[in-house]
């Protein structure tokens, strides 16, 4: 597990970051990917209307197949759910992403748990987990990536 500064990863064109995402007790400022599988990302939390959630899992090409596009569900068992300033992603009926947009620049993610997706990451209102690896009270500032998993 690695925090990144530069990347060469394509992101979706309709992407646009928050200035400020906060995961469990951790702040990302000014980055762009919080949550990446070798230089692919994993979690995007866009800006917009509300907030904006893309999701992929890792595949065997080391490529990533994404479940999420910019809120729209691309994948069977999956299910977003979008109202105001809040938005969650749900697999097989079970809550696995949730964020709310608390200004115009910035969000937060309430509830991340990418375990039913064959992921160790997760996250609370305190402290995300990474495989065995716990953040806590950390700010990542001036990097593209919040957390690479290699």
Do not use: C
């Not at 925090?3 to 394509?10: A, F, L, Q």
């Amino acid at each position: 597990m690695t925090s990144s500064g530069i990347t060469n990863m394509d992101l979706p064109a309709k992407f646009k970051p928050f200035n400020k995402l906060e995961i469990g007790s951790n702040v990302f400022i000014h980055g762009k990917v919080p949550i990446a599988f070798r230089n692919f990302p994993i979690l995007l939390v866009g800006n917009g209307a509300g907030p904006r959630i893309w999701l992929s899992v890792p595949e065997k090409d080391q490529g990533v197949r994404y479940l999420v596009e910019d809120n729209e569900a691309r994948s069977r068992g999956i299910g977003v759910l979008q109202k105001d300033d809040a938005a969650s992603v749900y697999f097989n009926a079970m809550l696995i992403i949730q964020t709310f947009k608390k200004s115009e620049d910035e969000a937060k993610v309430t509830h991340l748990d990418l375990t039913p997706l064959g992921l160790t990451i997760r996250a609370d209102l305190n402290s995300p987990t990474v495989g065995g690896n716990v953040l806590s009270s950390d700010t990542f500032e001036g990097v593209e990536i919040m957390v690479n998993v290699a």
